[in-house]
């Protein structure tokens, strides 16, 4: 894995359609590589994400880095000065770079296969925000969390504040925690919703769990799971008779797969389903 992998991420894919990413200091890169993947229509059906680093999943914002994209922006110079003349160009500016932050870390959303995050030691401030946007969530018993962004001086601002409320439905406890920046638990985080399951132990630990949770999922067909991760998300952001009929027009072509069959010959045989690749080459290319 080679081709995706770079100073910023460790891609490996210990077993067959299952990758396991590995961060470092990656925001750019990790949008880059769902995007690479999915154009190269590689043959992926579940994604681990977790951390190079054996203490912590994310270690919070890099003040050097806050200091880059603010003087990139216009607003400050290498001596912390204001040196902007024009408010309005500088915030559009510091806009455009916070958008280019929340479509990066955004991306595993647009992937068609779930993607699980094995989260372990600190996950502060950035970690947050890229977990919850995560199909599912992980934690070593040894995880800290923190939504670590109000000590800065600032409102979490790349998915955090979006999306904890939905997946935790508990707003009063999510202000709580965005207006105090205290840490909490791995324990506290499945209590609220945030994480499906704590696993003792650190990121070896956690790392193996979600390994074996991505495996059986990439088993299933990739259709049904590509399929039902878009129309999860769908049911999210939309109202529940919305949701059905978007649901209705999906499942009137999708339910044209081959997978079905290929699933009922699997159990009439008792072997194990061999499905294709989502990817199709449509012809068009050679017209």
């Known amino acids: 894995m080679s081709k995706y992998s770079s100073k910023w991420l460790k891609v490996s894919e210990p077993v067959p359609h299952v990758l396991l990413i590995e961060l470092n200091r990656f925001w750019r890169a990790y949008g880059n590589l769902f995007e690479t993947i999915v154009e190269d229509g590689y043959d992926v059906r579940a994604a681990v994400v977790s951390s190079t680093f054996p203490k912590f999943f994310t270690a919070g914002l890099d003040s050097n880095a806050i200091h880059a994209a603010v003087n990139d922006a216009g607003v400050l110079g290498s001596d912390g000065a204001d040196t902007s003349r024009d408010g309005a160009r500088s915030s559009l500016a510091m806009r455009k770079t916070l958008l280019e932050f929340q479509e990066a870390i955004g991306k595993p959303e647009q992937a068609p296969f779930p993607v699980i995050a094995a989260i372990h030691g600190w996950c502060i401030g950035l970690g947050v925000d890229l977990t919850s946007i995560c199909d599912i969530r992980y934690a070593a018993s040894n995880t800290t969390f923190s939504i670590k962004e109000v000590d800065i001086g600032l409102a979490a601002d790349i998915g955090t504040l979006a999306y904890l ?11 709580e925690l965005a207006y105090t920046a205290r840490n909490f638990s791995a324990a506290e985080a499945e209590k609220i919703g945030l994480v499906s399951k704590v696993v003792e132990g650190g990121k070896d630990e956690v790392v193996r769990e979600a390994l074996k949770l991505a495996e059986y999922i990439a088993s299933k067909s ?66």
């Open 165 to 175: 409320p939905k997946i935790t439905g508990n707003q009063s406890l999510i202000r």
């Open 222 to 287: 990739p259709v049904a799971v590509s399929g039902t991760k878009h129309l999860i998300t769908h049911a999210r952001d939309h109202s529940v008779p919305e949701n059905l009929a978007y649901t209705g027009a999906w499942n009137a072509a999708a339910l044209m797969t081959d997978d079905i069959l290929e699933n009922l010959k699997a159990t009439k045989t008792k072997k194990k389903a061999n499905f294709k690749s989502l990817k199709v080459d449509s012809g068009l290319a050679k017209l």
